[in-house]
Each structure stands twice: as structure tokens, then as C-alpha cells.
């Protein structure tokens, strides 16, 4: 099946939940796509700035999960998420990546408008749909916890920038490695309400699966998950390495490895109630 724009899924959604889920190496792109065709639903890979400075470069990492998306037996998007440097968003673009996530949050307002104005404009006039961050939802390098999306300035921020999709703090946390976060269900419908662009969650691996459905009820249409998978991840290939030290082959860790995360993002997906891949068209 074709690898497809990202705004195909999103605008299938209709109150379903889309699963954007990071890789980290070719490996999780596997895994997400083989649970993925288990649930039959479509999903969305994701490549992080950090990701492309942990392999050094922006595009053998993304060529390489594109072609499993490329192969996979469900629509498959591939979307660069959390890009603070403009040069990658440029060369995304030249690879052909199905859509952008531009991260200024950190910046004042005022500087976050007008940096994201000028990514939104070019990757416009390139066909590309792009997402950004209002409010700083913590957890990561450079950004504070606690400083939550206001309705109204989502609102205005939408309109002056004119971002395809809205990241929004409302209680997620990055990298918990805990599932314990509360998120702000009135918030994020006061958001939603306000709002005319699907709501993306980032740190959505803290947030328990109720809570998950609940905030696809509210109004959150794309979450972000990374932590979770390579937690799964971690534990399925140190009980591999556990039960045979004298194993070298890496085949025989990540494997397993591999195949826990697949489980994972099938489970996930149903708690999503994930866009089902028959309705989403190909582009060929």
C-alpha cells in the first residue's frame, strides 16, 4: 500500500484517535507498522530532530522509514516531529515527508508566531501541512512543565500562523516513564471548541489508556507516543540478553524486541479506536 500524506489520515479521524508513534532506528518503524496492519488501522511514524542528531543525519533514517512505510499493509504516514532547526524542515521537504511538526514553544509568543508563520508559508507552498506547540508541555530539554494552552490564544495563534494541527499542553509531561499524568479533559474541549485544526498530545506515554480515550472524546486527534514503545522495547531485549549471555547476534534481542513493540502498538491503536485502513485513500 502507498505511502500516504499525513493529512489523509487526520482528516479520516472523525473523532477517532490517530497513533503517531517515534522512531528511533529502522526497528520501531517495523514494529509500529506490523501492529498497525494487526489492528488494521492507519498510523503515523514519526522522525524527531533529536532522532536525526543520534544518527547523524536527517535523511538515512527517514529514506529508510519511508520505505517500510512504503511496504506496509496499511496507510502509513511519515511526519518529522519536534524540528526547532528550519534547515531540517527544508530538507524534509526534499525527501518528500508527509507533513512537519515545527517547534518554537519555548520562545515568546510573539517569536513563536512569527517563526512558525514563515515554516507554515513555505511548507505550504510545497504541498506540506505543518503542526506546532502552544503552551509548553515539559518534559523535555528546553521546555518548563506546567504552562497550559489557553483556548482563546490557541484560537488566535491558529489563525495567525495558519498551522494545519496544534500541539497542546494540557497536562502531558515527555519521557514519563510512569502512566500517571492527569490530563485537563475541560481544557481540551474548550480547545477543541475554539480551535479548527485537529488537536495533537505529545507525551502521551504518561497518560493512562482511559485517559487516552477520554481526551479522543474531548477533542485530541493525534497522539504522540515515543517513551512507552521503547520502554517496551528496552525490557523485551534485556529479558532476551538475560536468558542467553553469551548471545551476540543482534537479531536475536532486537527481534523479540521488535515484535513486544508491535503487540504494544496494536493495543494502543484499539484504545485510540484508530482510523481503520479502509478509509483511507492512497495517493498511489
Given at each position: 500500500?502507498?505511502l500516504v500524506?499525513?493529512a489523509?489520515?487526520l ?5 477517532r484517535?490517530v497513533?503517531?508513534?517515534?522512531v528511533i532506528?529502522?526497528e520501531?518503524a ?15 511514524l514519526?522522525i524527531s ?10 535523511e538515512?533514517?527517514t529514506?529508510?522509514t ?5 511496504n506496509?499493509?496499511v496507510?502509513v ?5 519536534h524540528?526547532?532547526?528550519t ?8 525527501l518528500?515527508?508527509g ?8 520562545l515568546p509568543?510573539?517569536d513563536?508566531v512569527a517563526?512558525?508563520t ?6 505550504h507552498a ?6 506546532a506547540?502552544?503552551g509548553e508541555i515539559?518534559?523535555?530539554?528546553g521546555h518548563?512543565?506546567?504552562?497550559r494552552?489557553d483556548?482563546?490564544e ?5 489563525a495567525?500562523t495558519g498551522?494545519?494541527a496544534?500541539?497542546?499542553a494540557?497536562g502531558s ?15 481540551v474541549?474548550?480547545?477543541?471548541a475554539?480551535v ?9 506515554s ?8 477520554a481526551?479522543?472524546?474531548?477533542g485530541?486527534?493525534?497522539v504522540?507516543?515515543g517513551t512507552?514503545?521503547?520502554?517496551v522495547?528496552?525490557?523485551a531485549a ?13 537479531r536475536k534481542?532486537l527481534g523479540?524486541?521488535?515484535?513486544a513493540?508491535?503487540?504494544?502498538v496494536?493495543g494502543?491503536l ?13 495517493t498511489?
Amino acid at each position: 500500500m502507498p505511502l500516504v500524506p499525513t493529512a489523509a489520515i487526520l482528516g479520516a479521524a472523525a473523532g477517532r484517535g490517530v497513533g503517531a508513534f517515534n522512531v528511533i532506528q529502522v526497528e520501531h518503524a517495523e514494529a509500529v507498522v506490523a501492529g498497525a496492519e494487526r489492528a488494521g488501522a492507519a498510523v503515523v511514524l514519526q522522525i524527531s530532530e533529536n532522532c536525526a542528531r543520534y544518527h547523524g543525519a536527517l535523511e538515512p533514517i527517514t529514506l529508510a522509514t519511508m520505505a517500510v512505510a512504503r511496504n506496509a499493509g496499511v496507510p502509513v504516514a511519515v511526519h518529522l516531529d519536534h524540528l526547532e532547526c528550519t534547515e531540517l524542515v527544508e530538507e524534509g521537504l526534499r525527501l518528500g515527508v508527509g507533513s512537519v511538526m515545527f517547534d518554537a514553544s519555548a520562545l515568546p509568543y510573539a517569536d513563536n508566531v512569527a517563526l512558525t508563520t514563515a515554516v507554515v508559508r513555505r511548507c505550504h507552498a510545497a504541498g506540506i501541512p505543518v503542526e506546532a506547540e502552544l503552551g509548553e508541555i515539559g518534559g523535555k530539554d528546553g521546555h518548563a512543565p506546567g504552562v497550559r494552552t489557553d483556548p482563546a490564544e490557541a484560537a488566535a495563534f491558529v489563525a495567525a500562523t495558519g498551522v494545519d494541527a496544534l500541539a497542546v499542553a494540557v497536562g502531558s509531561r515527555h519521557a514519563m516513564l510512569t502512566r500517571d499524568a492527569r490530563l485537563d479533559l475541560a481544557l481540551v474541549a474548550a480547545i477543541h471548541a475554539a480551535v479548527p485544526v485537529p488537536l495533537v498530545l505529545h507525551g502521551s506515554s504518561g497518560v493512562p489508556d482511559a485517559a487516552l480515550a477520554a481526551a479522543v472524546l474531548a477533542g485530541i486527534t493525534k497522539v504522540n507516543i515515543g517513551t512507552r514503545i521503547n520502554a517496551v522495547f528496552t525490557a523485551a531485549a534485556r529479558c532476551a540478553l538475560a536468558d542467553d549471555e553469551s548471545l551476540v547476534d543482534t537479531r536475536k534481542y532486537l527481534g523479540p524486541a521488535r515484535a513486544a513493540v508491535a503487540a504494544e502498538v496494536a493495543g494502543l491503536l484499539g484504545v485510540l479506536g484508530a482510523v481503520p485502513a479502509r478509509k483511507i485513500g492512497t495517493t498511489g
